[in-house]
């Protein structure tokens, strides 16, 4: 929803809602995405940052009462710390909900809930269909046509990726034995869940060695995973915990001198963002996690946890990619905590031929303005990416202007960065978007009549599973 928010802060919502905006959502509550559904999971930036998302005059209007809720004081009241994020995204649904009523009430804007995009497809002649059913409904299906589409359907992890991930690290697969899990699995369950997830598995193995679950990946998901799985089975019968990664992990310090005082070496030309000054300010992981991974490098244990925990950089030696390999083969389970790809609609030309999109590290390929190419190396015009999974990376725009170090190669994800630097770009590529079809539709005017389905709408937004994990900056 960040999209939204940017667009009615800068004035531009009427604009973009002049022939109507059509926001679909699987969800019948609005704004939290996953962020409300993670159990026990506290974020990697400060309170502040989701409360600057809420802040602009333009807000005072909409968000007055809100200030008052007993959440948003909560949230105050922590403001220089990590928020729960369960907490951080039902104070995000409280504010998408006033906003979505108010806009609602005020300009040519539709909200449909409970409604699943099914297929995108692009016309000929600019545009898309868009079919999509009612969630309670499955067989109830409709269909409208709009200029632009915004999608931000989420980030979604297969644990079929755990294959590939070995592969990349030249290390054989897990065992049809093995169980599999993604980080998401683990991070959305009680720690009673957790519990009898595991337990069986525990006893099934007996004495055939210890209980270790190995984690892929070295992220802030990553290693808050391994917080819980240590913190939460460590009597539950869980003896290890293998985190197998690719690079060094990395350590946020918000100077060189902290850095080093702390005993980390800093590459000044690789890690330190030319900006703010700050150590991996991008890259470097952050509170609780920044804590759990200098306990783990100091004595092996998540401070106040019972389980071994290893931390084995495969690609640092051939020693340590037998180790892993060894890890891997003798645990119980083995959980996928290396980041997410885009989750997307079917998408597919005028003739239903679908249109792969380019994929990179993390996420989409797309321009500067969330447009993402096609396979062939051409944009699909009129579609922007939004979210978890969108193309957004660090530009020489964004190195020079909001910085980031050198050694970052990921995506930027985050709501303070979707509610700012990002929803600006992809509202201007709209807006350009929507002038050039405009100007189309001027100069076919006295050639043919432009056919639109009855439920028409200008813009499209969609948020299937809106997950924002908070990076900070």
Same mark, same amino acid.
């Given at each position: ?14 604009e ?6 059509? +926001? ?8 939290? @995405? ?11 930036t400060?309170g ?5 998302c809420?802040?602009h005059?333009?807000?005072?209007e909409?968000f ?12 105050v009241?922590?403001?220089? #710390? ?28 539709t ?23 009612d %969630?309670? $409904? ?8 709009? $200029? ?6 989420g ?7 755990i ?18 899990? +993604?980080?998401?699995? +683990? ?5 009673a869940q957790?519990?009898e997830t595991f337990?069986?598995?525990f ?5 055939? @060695? ?7 990946g ?7 995973? %391994? ?20 690079s ?11 850095a ?26 952050r ?5 759990i991974a ?20 495969? $690609? ?50 797309s ?7 096609d ?17 957004f ?9 909001t ?16 509610h700012? $630097?990002?929803?600006?770009?992809v509202?201007n590529?709209v807006?350009d ?5 405009d ?8 050639d ?7 439920? %028409? ?5 969609? #948020?299937?599973?809106?997950l924002?994990?908070s990076? @900070?900056?």
């Open positions: 929803m960040g999209f939204l928010f940017h667009a009615f802060k800068t004035g531009k919502l009427e973009i809602a002049r022939n109507g905006l059509l +926001v679909i959502d699987k969800r019948f509550e609005l704004g939290s @995405g996953k962020l409300g559904e993670y159990a026990n999971v506290s974020g990697n400060v502040n940052t989701f409360l600057a809420l802040e005059e333009k807000f005072d909409v007055g009462e809100l200030r008052d809720h007993p959440l948003y004081k909560q949230m009241a922590v403001a220089e #710390g990590p928020p729960s994020l369960s907490d951080a995204g039902e104070l995000l649904a409280l504010a998408t909900e006033r906003l979505l009523a108010y806009l609602t009430a005020r300009y040519d804007v909200v449909l809930r409970g409604r699943e995009i099914d297929t995108i497809r692009r016309r000929q002649g600019g545009g898309f269909d868009i079919g999509y059913h %969630v309670t $409904d499955p067989a109830l299906l409709n269909t409208v046509s709009s $200029d632009t589409i915004v999608i931000n359907l980030g979604l992890q297969h644990v079929g990726e294959d590939e991930l070995c592969r990349g690290l030249q290390l054989p697969a897990p065992g049809a034995e093995i169980k599999t899990y +993604v980080s998401d699995d +683990v991070l959305s369950l009680t720690t957790l519990i337990k069986a598995q006893a099934q193995n007996g004495k055939r @060695g210890p209980n270790r679950i190995s984690v892929l070295g992220s802030h998901s990553a290693f808050t995973v %391994v917080d819980r799985l240590a913190m939460e089975l460590g009597d539950a019968g869980l003896d290890e915990i293998a985190v197998i990664h690719r060094p992990i990395r350590l946020f310090f918000e100077t060189i001198e902290e080093r005082a702390n005993g980390y070496a800093v590459n000044e030309a690789m890690d330190v963002c030319p900006v703010t000054k700050r150590v991996n300010r991008a890259g470097g992981l509170y609780r996690a920044f804590d200098r306990s783990i490098m100091a004595n092996g244990h998540v401070p106040g946890a019972k389980p071994r925990v290893e931390l084995i950089e495969a $690609d640092a030696s051939e020693v340590a990619r037998s180790r892993a390999g060894d890890c891997l083969s003798e645990s119980v389970a083995v959980v996928h905590g290396a980041g997410y790809g885009p989750n997307m609609s079917k998408l597919v030309d005028h003739w239903g031929v679908p249109i792969p999109l380019q994929l990179g590290q993390g996420g989409l390929v321009d500067r303005f969330g447009c993402p190419f396979t062939n190396g051409e944009l699909v015009h009129g579609l922007f990416s939004f979210g978890l999974g969108s193309g990376r660090p530009d020489e725009q964004i190195r020079r202007e910085g980031f170090e050198a050694a970052f190669r990921g995506r930027i994800y985050g709501v303070w960065a979707f700012h $630097d990002f929803g600006g770009r509202l590529g807006l978007a929507l002038a050039t079809q100007a189309h539709a001027r100069s076919d005017a006295g043919a009549q432009v056919q639109h389905l009855p439920d %028409v709408s200008q813009l499209t937004t969609y #948020g299937g599973t809106d924002a994990v990076a @900070g900056g």
